[in-house]
């Protein structure tokens, strides 16, 4: 498996292979802006508030299915466990994993062998496809019958050991 580098520029990167992937899948764009965005937020804190995983890097993945889309970035965790934050209207940061909640049918945290993954389940429509995946319990995602799972980064940070 690859892994993006903990880097800013890994955003731009996540943000416009997913947003390409799901055009082509043939996902309205309102659907591909808000997955994006949730991919971002995500990922962006991963980067800030989290270590790499073993070897270095995060990992981005996602898997549609029928009209949802569920995204996840794993990392090797951190001092905190990500959870919304309530900011003061002057606060500079601390709203993204309530952009996440709010575009998301559901979202959450779970721990794995290298750290955590958080992931959320968004509305994914498209033209003339019905039906598909959901939420199965609380802070449960679908596993899809047929998935299609793409899981990719690039190569880990330079100097890193792994």
Not at 21 to 48: H, K, M, Q, T, Y
Not at 146 to 157: G, K, L, V
Request: overall charge neutral; aromatic content about 4%.
């Amino acid at each position: 498996m690859v892994h993006l580098p903990c880097t800013a520029a890994s955003v731009a990167v996540a943000r416009r292979v997913l947003a390409d992937e799901l055009r082509a899948a043939g996902v309205l764009d309102g659907a591909v802006r808000d997955a994006a965005l949730v991919v971002s937020e995500l990922l962006s804190n991963a980067i800030l508030h989290a270590y790499p995983l073993p070897g270095g890097g995060v990992e981005v993945a996602w898997d549609v299915d029928g009209a949802c889309v569920e995204v996840a970035v794993s990392d090797g965790g951190g001092a905190t466990t990500p959870m919304v934050g309530h900011p003061s209207e002057f606060s500079p940061g601390g709203r993204g994993l309530g952009i996440v909640a709010h575009l998301s049918l559901t979202w959450g945290v779970r721990a794995n062998g290298a750290g955590l993954t958080v992931w959320a389940v968004l509305p994914a429509p498209r033209p003339g496809h019905a039906g598909g995946a959901g939420v199965r319990g609380e802070g449960e995602p679908v596993v899809p019958r047929n998935p299609a799972r793409r899981t990719w980064a690039a190569a880990s940070r330079p100097g890193s050991a792994g």
